[in-house]
């Protein structure tokens, strides 16, 4: 019986597989096999690295790929001035009007998302470019002396 549910599983994955691409194939022409690594990539829950000349629908193609499957999607321009807090987020003072008391709450940086495109990581610093290798291997973010879980799927 478990055969059968497996076989089953394996098919209705295929065919979301197949509708995810047709869906993207409506917005990207002609890209089907880069579409299918890419989907490959992120059941198997790890990243890509597109590489290709400026005007080539990569961030198209990215943004397609999470709105037909419903994810969330950040973009984030890498800079020689970018810190790792500007991607991963940091911690605020923040007031109770009522007390008066003080304490830090967490904002949430672009990283929090479930499709990133990292455009240009060559160019920022080596902290903010472990910051993001953290965030790719661990799924989380350590910020302020805290870990704070990625959602998931998480897929740069």
Known sequence: MLQQDDVQSAEMMQAACQQTMEQVSKVIVGQQDVVQQLLIALFAQGHCLLIGV???????????????????FNRIQFTPDLMP????????IQEDKNSGQRDFRFVTGPVFTNVLLADEINRTPPKTQAALLEAMQERQVTAGGQRHVLPDPFFV
Do not use: F, N, Q, W
């Open 85 to 92: 807090a500007d991607i991963t987020g940091t911690e605020v």
């Open 54 to 72: 400026p005007g080539l629908a990569k961030t198209l193609m990215v943004r397609t790929l999470s709105r037909a499957l419903s994810l969330d």
